[in-house]
Structure formats: C-alpha cells, structure tokens
C-alpha cells in the first residue's frame, strides 16, 4: 500500500484534536483522533503545543475529511530545544468523492528567502548573493542559494528574513527595505491559501515567502563579501559568500528559492509592481 506499516503494539492515543479552526466560517472544526508511536507518548503535549502540527489543522482545507492521525516522529533542534520537524500520517479523503488522499506530511513550517540584488554604481552591473554550504539532505557539501531560513514558531516574516540576512551575510538592513514578493503576487489575506511558494507540496507542508533586498554599492563593497565566511557556528551554519552577476543567476544553482525568487523579480518587475529603480546606500 501507500502507507508504511505501522504495528498497533506501538501505537498510544494522544486523544482527539479539532480540525479546520481556521474555516468555521465553512465548516464547524470537528475532532479527529490522534495517535502516535509509543516513543513519543511523554511528548505529547510537545507535539500538541507546536505550531507547525497546530498550523496543519487549523488550516485544512475543508473540502478535505480528516479520519485520523497518526505522530510517527519528532524532532527536537539544539541549542533552544524547539520542535524543528514533526512527521505525521494523516488518513484523509475526498469530503465529497470520499477518495483516498495521500496524507503522510513532513511537517516543517514556514521559511523565508531574500533575493539580495547589489547594483554597482561605477557601471550600473547588477550581482546576485548566495549563500554555499554543506546540506546533508540534498548529498551536495557546497550547496548555492539564497539568504534563507524557517520561521522558528514566529509569524513576523519580514523580521525573520531581515534577521537571516544579517546572520548568514552580515548585512545589517532594517525591514523597511524589504520588499515582500509573494505578499504582492498572491495578496496577503491571512486566510489566502498560497502563503507562499511550496517547494515539496506532495510530502511538506513547507512554504516560502520571498522577499527582495537590492541596493547600489561600490566594487569594494562587492569584493568585501566575495568568498566572505559567515553562519551561526553553534547552529552548525559554515557560510561561504557567493557572487554572481544577475543575469547567471538562473544557472548558477539549483536551489527552488533562487528559481521561484528569480521568477517572481523578473515578472513583478515586468509587470511595474516592484519599482525599477534601485536606492543607494
């Protein structure tokens, strides 16, 4: 079958939670049993209390009809012991057609990414900043992409973007020059189903929004962050500075937030929504 195996030795009840809070005004939330492997029954209240398994109910969508589900794992992430990741298996169908659904999600949250755009003033060339490091996942020990990093519970995600760019590039900015590029492309109705970009929609429940930081500097300021090594050491962050001009920047690495971001600049910018020019520091 779809689903992984799972013994009923190992399972313990976690009790019911109310799905759909966030569409009463369709659908009165109803309650769903939960449960989840054995291992993590002394953490149930861990996993009730996250935000990234409260946003997942809350928001499902209503056309949806939640059986059960079902806590396979968690993760905890040093230094601060936050919940970084929840892996669940949800039995869901069809409210209507009554078919089965694939529920089984990785539970991560959401992220931020910044586009950092540095237009030089001596010839007006525009560069591109990326971020290389080890990620384990993908099996690549130099991985380019943009300035990028989750939410960790906050719902400020102009503040989290400004806050990950200072620690992954040291660059200071203040959340006013952000420019939100997926506010502006899918609106910002808090109940808007696209809060973002989701890079792995058939098994995470990850989004992503975009923002843009672009600036005039000066050729120094450009080689002074080349190959510049940045990160936060006790997260485990090893940041070497990329950069690239703007127009390589499409091939420059495979990373789905430069694509998306990249996407989203090129037509906003098209388009007259985002301004052409470019403020100087």
Request: hydrophobic share 40%; charged share 25%.
């Given at each position: 079958?779809?689903?992984?195996?799972?013994?009923?030795?190992?399972?313990?009840?976690?009790?019911?939670?109310?799905?759909?809070k966030?569409?009463?005004?369709?659908?009165?939330?109803?309650?769903?049993?939960?449960?989840?492997?054995?291992?993590?029954?002394?953490?149930?209240?861990?996993?009730?209390?996250?935000?990234?398994?409260?946003?997942?109910?809350?928001?499902?969508d209503?056309?949806?009809?939640?059986?059960?589900?079902?806590?396979?794992?968690?993760?905890?992430?040093?230094?601060?012991?936050?919940?970084?990741?929840i892996?669940?298996?949800?039995?869901?169908?069809?409210?209507?057609?009554?078919?089965?659904?694939?529920?089984?999600?990785?539970?991560?949250g959401g992220?931020?990414?910044?586009?950092?755009?540095?237009?030089?003033?001596?010839?007006?060339?525009?560069?591109?900043?990326?971020?290389?490091?080890?990620?384990?996942?993908?099996?690549?020990?130099?991985?380019?992409?943009?300035?990028?990093?989750?939410?960790?519970?906050?719902?400020?995600?102009?503040?989290?973007?400004?806050?990950?760019?200072?620690?992954?590039?040291?660059?200071?900015?203040?959340?006013?020059?952000?420019?939100?590029?997926?506010?502006?492309?899918?609106?910002?109705?808090?109940?808007?189903?696209?809060?973002?970009?989701?890079?792995?929609?058939?098994?995470?429940?990850?989004?992503?929004?975009?923002?843009?930081?672009?600036?005039?500097?000066?050729h120094?300021?450009?080689?002074?962050?080349?190959?510049?090594?940045?990160?936060?050491?006790?997260?485990?962050?090893?940041?070497?500075?990329?950069?690239?001009?703007?127009?390589?920047?499409?091939?420059?690495?495979?990373?789905?937030?430069?694509?998306?971001?990249?996407?989203?600049?090129?037509?906003?910018?098209?388009?007259?929504?985002?301004?052409t020019?470019?403020?100087?520091?």
């Amino acid at each position: 079958g779809i689903y992984s195996a799972m013994s009923e030795d190992n399972t313990a009840s976690f009790g019911n939670v109310l799905v759909g809070k966030n569409h009463k005004n369709i659908l009165e939330p109803y309650a769903v049993p939960l449960t989840g492997e054995k291992q993590f029954e002394k953490s149930k209240d861990v996993v009730l209390g996250a935000k990234i398994f409260n946003d997942f109910i809350d928001r499902m969508d209503p056309k949806f009809l939640v059986r059960g589900i079902h806590v396979q794992s968690l993760d905890i992430f040093p230094p601060n012991n936050r919940v970084g990741f929840i892996k669940v298996k949800a039995d869901v169908v069809d409210r209507e057609s009554k078919k089965f659904v694939p529920g089984i999600a990785l539970l991560r949250g959401g992220a931020v990414g910044i586009l950092v755009i540095l237009q030089t003033v001596e010839d007006g060339e525009e560069h591109a900043l990326l971020t290389v490091q080890p990620r384990g996942p993908a099996s690549i020990h130099a991985f380019p992409e943009i300035p990028a990093g989750m939410l960790d519970g906050s719902d400020n995600f102009i503040g989290a973007a400004a806050n990950e760019l200072k620690q992954e590039t040291s660059i200071a900015i203040s959340e006013s020059e952000l420019i939100d590029m997926t506010k502006i492309a899918y609106g910002d109705d808090v109940m808007n189903t696209y809060r973002g970009v989701f890079p792995s929609a058939g098994g995470c429940d990850e989004f992503i929004q975009l923002f843009l930081y672009r600036k005039k500097v000066r050729h120094k300021t450009i080689e002074s962050l080349r190959n510049k090594l940045t990160g936060v050491l006790e997260e485990g962050e090893v940041i070497t500075l990329k950069i690239v001009p703007l127009r390589e920047l499409w091939r420059s690495a495979p990373d789905m937030k430069v694509l998306s971001a990249l996407c989203l600049y090129e037509n906003l910018l098209a388009t007259g929504q985002i301004p052409t020019d470019i403020t100087q520091n």
